[in-house]
């Protein structure tokens, strides 16, 4: 029994493309967008997402903007009715709705996929309708970082890993976010001074270098589990500050001087100035993550990223 993913690939096969799936591409942003379905001809390059659930207005909204900022056309895919909110969301994505399927493929290979439940056994997936989730108590403060991986998007970077994805849930983690400026010293004395983001998980007290530049969303349309952090902002400075120390501290090698025609190099030990740490800008923020499940292993891919996570 075909899934909707690879009757879309069969159509677009069908039509002299080539088809990949969970595809990397990098946006004129620099971000990074993992694409469940890309496909190619010639000079023609098209990058399809599909569910199965009624896409809400945001949610094609988050793939236009993916889109544009690849710089390929779009097609999104749904067996289910669309709203006209879904329809206005994103002018420039082409929407395929169960009837465009149908005009594609035929009404009796359609059927195979129609029934839900049917599709979502084939997938390894538990997709049946579900109930809306209650809303949200407001616990913490804290806005929701707008994911670039969709629900299909999830799957294609987690097939490679642990192949038939049973189930996936979405976990919003807590994170402290903090832009930070640096002064640093070469042997002891002033060198330069750095700027950049850090963010810090607020439940494993991890923090790491976060070059992306993101947007927020008020709330998302997947069913998801929202989680407290387990430390204060305070904490999560001292986390990042000793963090910083230790990506600029060490022998380098750095330029002393410099004319038109000639550079001079020499091996300095860096090191951060004693008080030369400084924050700004920090922030609580709710970082989606998918969980992939099979089997007994589990694999966390963060949503705005697309990057598995240890």
Not at 290 to 306: F, M, N, S, Y
């Amino acid at each position: 029994m075909p899934t909707v993913e690879e009757l879309v690939v069969r159509i677009f096969e069908s039509r002299g493309f080539t088809v990949g799936r969970g595809e990397d591409l990098q946006g004129v942003s620099g971000a990074m967008h993992t694409i469940p379905i890309y496909a190619v001809k010639g000079e023609e390059k098209v990058a399809i997402d599909w569910s199965l659930d009624p896409p809400r207005a945001s949610v094609i909204a988050s793939f236009a903007e993916a889109i544009k900022d690849v710089g390929v056309k779009g097609v999104y895919v749904t067996v289910s009715p669309l709203g006209e909110k879904a329809k206005k969301a994103a002018p420039d994505v082409v929407l395929w709705s169960a009837r465009q399927l149908e005009n594609e493929i035929g009404k009796s290979a359609l059927s195979e996929v129609e029934g839900v439940d049917r599709a979502s056994l084939d997938m390894g997936l538990d997709l049946r309708p579900q109930k809306p989730a209650p809303k949200e108590p407001k616990i913490t403060k804290g806005e929701i970082i707008r994911p670039k991986l969709s629900e299909g998007g999830a799957i294609a970077v987690a097939k490679p890993k642990v192949g038939i994805v049973e189930s996936l849930d979405l976990d919003l983690v807590p994170y402290y976010v903090l832009d930070y400026t640096c002064d640093l010293l070469a042997d002891g004395n002033p060198y330069e001074g750095i700027s950049g983001t850090v963010r810090v998980n607020a439940l494993t007290r991890q923090a790491e270098k976060y070059p992306l530049k993101f947007e927020t969303t008020p709330r998302l349309t997947w069913r998801h589990i929202k989680l407290e952090p387990k430390i204060e902002l305070e904490e999560a400075k001292t986390l990042a500050q000793d963090a910083i120390v230790l990506w600029n501290q060490g022998i380098r090698e750095v330029s002393i001087r410099k004319t038109a025609t000639t550079q001079v190099i020499a091996k300095k030990t860096i090191s951060v100035a004693e008080g030369g740490i400084s924050f700004k800008n920090a922030e609580l923020y709710y970082v989606p993550v998918w969980k992939a499940h099979h089997g007994g292993e589990l694999l966390a891919i963060d949503a705005t990223t697309g990057e598995i996570l240890e």
